[in-house]
């Protein structure tokens, strides 16, 4: 299948549809964190969950099962059914498109390989990705489980940033291959500076999801609201209170959040200097490159703005929402300026 063939097309613009798919997926996650509304469905029922309540008996009996956990006792002690609704929808909304995500790859992957327009090289991948997928459903499931745990009010930290981990995951390979259908490799090859400066930048910006996913866990955010200083130093005094001595980095809110603090300005350092040093090399680097390293330079320090603002305001909803999708467009150029530097063809046509 030639480079520029229509089915190489409509594989790849397939393919960064459920990309999008899943960045929409992963921002609902963080709205159904920061509303408290991950833990208002207490059954794992893949198909018969894809239909809401339609009745009012079927509405009681799941407030029932709610009212059963820690968290409403502890935090929602007296809620009534209209605010059981208010919480469930978000999380119906955020599974639902799940099953619609998984719905929307299996059966174009089905087509297109009845068709034979997937080369051997990527049907294995694919299909791979799909498993991935489906075990994504099971991880979410056991993450909500930790809440259920006595004086439990929220999922487990860790499970949630092994939930956020594989979702990032998903979305890194999905987008890699989509990328690699629909555009081809550039002339040149750029210094080996800027492909590790790219590949660095990548790392660490995915290290510093990860790290939210703790600061939103452990509602971290909440703490230490000044700017670059925590209590006015900047090593908080708390970082180390915990023993053993790795457990401060999952479970340590002074300690997780000043490992968030670290790495977004490293990864924002790293994507700074790899943009000077593509300037360096600007006769060395083909146009597409350019814009990559350009637009993953202002993204980051657009990202890394709101991140600060958030805190700053002491985490209001629609920042730390906005901050969330702020990180699928970061991740997504940090990919895109990797793939580009990797990509390209060491002789020019």
């Given at each position: 299948?030639?480079?520029?063939?229509?089915?190489?097309?409509a594989?790849?613009?397939?393919?960064?549809?459920?990309?999008a798919?899943?960045?929409?997926?992963v921002?609902?996650?963080?709205?159904?964190?920061?509303?408290?509304?991950?833990?208002?469905?207490?059954?794992?029922?893949?198909?018969?969950?894809?239909?809401?309540p339609?009745?009012?008996?079927?509405?009681?009996?799941l407030?029932a099962?709610y009212?059963?956990i820690?968290?409403?006792?502890?935090?929602h002690?007296?809620?009534?059914?209209?605010?059981?609704?208010?919480?469930?929808?978000l999380?119906?909304?955020?599974?639902?498109?799940g099953?619609?995500?998984?719905?929307?790859?299996?059966?174009?992957?089905?087509?297109?390989?009845?068709?034979?327009?997937?080369?051997r090289?990527?049907?294995?991948?694919?299909?791979?990705?799909?498993?991935?997928?489906?075990?994504?459903?099971?991880?979410?499931?056991?993450?909500v489980?930790?809440?259920?745990?006595?004086?439990?009010?929220?999922?487990?930290?860790?499970?949630?940033?092994?939930?956020?981990?594989?979702?990032?995951?998903?979305?890194?390979?999905?987008?890699?291959?989509?990328?690699?259908?629909?555009?081809?490799?550039?002339?040149?090859?750029?210094?080996?500076?800027?492909?590790?400066?790219?590949?660095?930048t990548?790392?660490?910006?995915?290290?510093?999801?990860?790290?939210?996913?703790?600061?939103?866990?452990?509602?971290?955010?909440l703490?230490?609201?000044?700017?670059?200083?925590?209590?006015?130093?900047?090593?908080?005094a708390?970082?180390?209170?915990?023993?053993?001595?790795?457990?401060?980095?999952?479970?340590?809110?002074?300690?997780?959040?000043?490992?968030?603090?670290?790495?977004?300005?490293?990864?924002?350092?790293?994507?700074?200097?790899?943009?000077?040093a593509?300037?360096?090399?600007?006769?060395?680097?083909?146009?597409?490159?350019?814009?990559?390293?350009?637009?993953?330079?202002?993204?980051?320090l657009?990202?890394?703005?709101?991140?600060?603002?958030?805190?700053?305001?002491?985490?209001?909803?629609?920042?730390?929402?906005?901050?969330?999708?702020?990180?699928?467009?970061?991740?997504?150029?940090?990919?895109?300026?990797?793939?580009?530097?990797?990509?390209?063809?060491?002789?020019?046509?």
């Open positions: 299948m030639s480079a520029d063939s229509p089915a190489r097309r594989v790849g613009l397939w393919l960064i549809v459920i990309a798919m899943i960045g929409v997926m921002v609902l996650g963080g709205a159904t964190r920061v509303s408290g509304s991950g833990l208002s469905i207490m059954e794992w029922a893949p198909l018969s969950g894809a239909l809401p339609l009745s009012g008996a079927e509405w009681r009996r407030f099962l009212q059963q820690p968290q409403y006792h502890l935090l002690e007296g809620m009534d059914l209209a605010g059981f609704q208010h919480i469930f929808w999380e119906w909304v955020h599974r639902l498109w099953r619609l995500l998984g719905v929307a790859f299996f059966l174009p992957l089905v087509v297109f390989w009845w068709r034979g327009w997937l080369p090289r990527l049907i294995w991948r694919l299909v791979g990705i799909f498993v991935l997928g489906g075990m994504q459903g099971a991880v979410g499931w056991f993450m489980a930790s809440g259920f745990f006595p004086d439990s009010t929220a999922v487990a930290p860790a499970r949630l940033v092994i939930h956020l981990g594989l979702a990032l995951v998903l979305y890194a390979a999905v987008l890699w291959t989509a990328f690699s259908e629909l555009i081809p490799a550039p002339p040149g090859q750029p210094a080996a500076l800027v492909r590790a400066g790219a590949r660095l990548l790392a660490l910006v995915a290290l510093t999801i990860l790290a939210g996913g703790f600061v939103a866990g452990l509602h971290a955010g703490e230490y609201n000044t700017f670059p200083l925590m209590e006015g130093r900047w090593v908080p708390g970082y180390a209170t915990l023993t053993p001595f790795w457990y401060n980095l999952i479970a340590n809110i002074a300690a997780v959040q000043f490992d968030h603090r670290l790495l977004a300005t490293t990864a924002l350092l790293a994507a700074l200097l790899t943009l000077v593509g300037g360096w090399q600007r006769a060395r680097l083909s146009p597409l490159l350019r814009r990559a390293l350009a637009a993953l330079a202002a993204i980051i657009l990202q890394f703005a709101l991140g600060v603002t958030t805190l700053l305001l002491v985490v209001p909803a629609p920042l730390a929402v906005l901050h969330q999708a702020g990180a699928v467009a970061l991740l997504t150029a940090a990919i895109f300026a990797v793939y580009v530097s990797s990509a390209a063809r060491k002789d020019p046509p």
